[in-house]
């Protein structure tokens, strides 16, 4: 009988340990988006954003005892490449995902975030259908801490004809899901206001060689060229056009804030308009982050900031709700709002984030900045 309390005791030990090693164990998180490829240069930004957030959250205790360990993902803003990815966070553990960052990876790895109970928060995918056909299926843990193509289409094109009225407007997309979601919500906001497109045209993402695309938007006598596309596409149309003298004003959307876009387009890039939401690297809330980064040598532009905001609020969440259970996370996160390097945030029952705003930027000797 002795022997059987000993065994019985020990059992129970190892079983309290189990569990108490359970409860304090690292809560495994990751950022996934295009770390190699053509848009490495975003990649870039969320990965610097996610170590920053899990750096500075760990250093100040973690989460209800425990630290966060991140994976990274390297989609390449490939679809099938994007839903690999996410298979293989799920093997991982992983319970929180602060990306894509091409919403044409977003989209189809949300399938699988959702299938295995994962929640999805992307920094920079803003195609309108991740939350609203996640909605239509009433899946519940999907958001994004950017903002919308619709809100920006229309920012955009209110601009456009408030600024330009009575000029020819050409609207090229490359065919993506951000691409041509965000050119339609312009063209729709241009048709809107009465002042439809003179050109609507499409090329193809990887393309080098955009001659005939120019004799076109030249023959067509185009004034406002409206790209829906990312920097890499977007810097050779406008370099091209002026070597083959199209004068012309180049107004885009948020995929062309990087550094990157001036070291393709060069000098023609002057003036280049795009639209994103106000600087975050200018806000007081960002203020000791953006030192920290700064510090290291490394400038947080783009959507650096947005990934650190993602892993705060997934951190809030799962502080206040006391653990990981993506369910009662993601009824937090709709039911709160957050502090973060953004400012305050908070989202809508589709998981949108709630007000968001966009303002003109342009580029000039080779840095952008909001145009006053």
């Known amino acids: 009988?002795?022997?059987?309390?000993?065994?019985?005791?020990?059992?129970?030990?190892?079983?309290?340990?189990?569990?108490?090693?359970?409860?304090?164990?690292?809560?495994?998180?990751?950022?996934?988006?295009?770390?190699?490829?053509?848009?490495?240069?975003?990649?870039?930004?969320?990965?610097?954003?996610?170590?920053?957030?899990?750096?500075?959250?760990?250093?100040?205790g973690g989460v209800n005892g425990q630290k966060l360990k991140l994976e990274v993902g390297d989609?390449?803003?490939?679809?099938?490449?994007?839903?690999?990815?996410?298979?293989?966070?799920?093997?991982?553990?992983?319970?929180?995902?602060?990306?894509?960052?091409?919403?044409?990876?977003?989209?189809?790895?949300?399938?699988?975030?959702?299938e295995n109970n994962v929640l999805q928060m992307s920094p920079a995918s803003t195609n309108p259908a991740l939350t609203d056909e996640a909605a239509v299926k009433g899946w519940t843990n999907i958001f994004r801490t950017c903002g919308r193509d619709d809100y920006q289409g229309a920012t955009a094109s209110k601009y456009i004809v408030t600024n330009f009225k009575g000029k020819k407007v050409a609207v090229l997309h490359?065919?993506?899901?951000?691409?041509?979601?965000?050119?339609?919500?312009?063209?729709?906001?241009?048709?809107?206001?009465?002042?439809?497109?003179?050109?609507?045209?499409?090329?193809?993402?990887?393309?080098?060689?955009?001659?005939?695309?120019?004799?076109?938007?030249?023959?067509?006598?185009?004034?406002?060229?409206?790209?829906?596309?990312?920097?890499?596409?977007?810097?050779?149309?406008?370099?091209?056009?002026?070597?083959?003298?199209?004068?012309?004003?180049f107004i885009s959307g948020d995929a062309q804030n990087t550094a990157e876009f001036w070291s393709i387009a060069g000098e023609a890039g002057e003036g280049f308009l795009f639209t994103f939401a106000p600087d975050p690297r200018n806000k007081d809330t960002a203020k000791d982050v953006v030192a920290k980064f700064k510090a290291a040598g490394y400038d947080p532009e783009g959507y650096t900031l947005y990934t650190y905001a993602a892993i705060q609020v997934f951190a809030g969440a799962v502080k206040a709700s006391g653990g990981v259970d993506t369910k009662k996370v993601s009824e937090y996160i709709r039911a709160n709002t957050f502090p973060t390097v953004l400012g305050t945030l908070g989202f809508d029952a589709k998981g949108d984030v709630k007000d968001p705003e966009y303002v003109m930027y342009i580029w000039s000797k080779g840095a952008y900045a909001e145009k006053p």
């Open 1 to 60: 009988m002795k022997q059987l309390k000993t065994g019985l005791a020990a059992v129970a030990l190892f079983a309290s340990l189990t569990v108490a090693g359970a409860a304090y164990a690292d809560i495994t998180i990751a950022t996934a988006g295009p770390m190699t490829g053509q848009y490495a240069a975003f990649g870039e930004q969320m990965k610097r954003g996610a170590e920053q957030a899990v750096a500075d959250i760990n250093a100040a």
């Open 174 to 249: 490359d065919k993506s899901a951000y691409g041509k979601g965000l050119a339609d919500e312009t063209k729709k906001g241009l048709e809107a206001l009465g002042a439809p497109p003179a050109v609507y045209e499409a090329y193809t993402q990887g393309d080098k060689d955009f001659s005939a695309l120019v004799s076109k938007l030249k023959a067509a006598g185009v004034e406002v060229v409206y790209i829906g596309g990312y920097h890499t596409e977007a810097g050779l149309i406008i370099r091209q056009s002026a070597e083959q003298g199209l004068k012309a004003t």
């Open 75 to 114: 989609d390449a803003c490939d679809p099938k490449q994007a839903v690999a990815v996410a298979n293989d966070l799920v093997n991982k553990g992983v319970v929180f995902v602060a990306g894509h960052f091409c919403s044409s990876s977003s989209i189809p790895a949300s399938a699988v975030y959702n």
